[in-house]
């Protein structure tokens, strides 16, 4: 049951993406692409609307901190 859930949220998730993107965008395209560029450290609404375009680099500015502030 947990499993229809999630991919119910999954989905709905990927068509508000699809929805605020301006790049006309299918949905199965959609998520061929994100599958694709999981790991890319980009931003998200820059990538939706322009993704054949090469983008800026993020800031260096990580929310997180640093984990290991010691560690070399």
């Known amino acids: 049951m947990i499993q229809i859930w999630t991919a119910l ?10 929805a605020t993107a301006k790049y006309g965008w299918h949905l199965s395209n959609l998520l061929a692409f994100i599958r694709l560029n999981i790991f890319v450290k980009i931003e998200l609404q820059n990538w939706l ?9 993020p800031p260096k500015y990580n929310p997180q901190g640093i984990l290991f502030p010691d560690y070399k």
């Open 9 to 18: 949220i999954t989905i709905l998730l990927l068509k508000a993406m699809k």
């Open 49 to 57: 609307d322009r993704p054949f375009e090469d983008h800026d680099k």
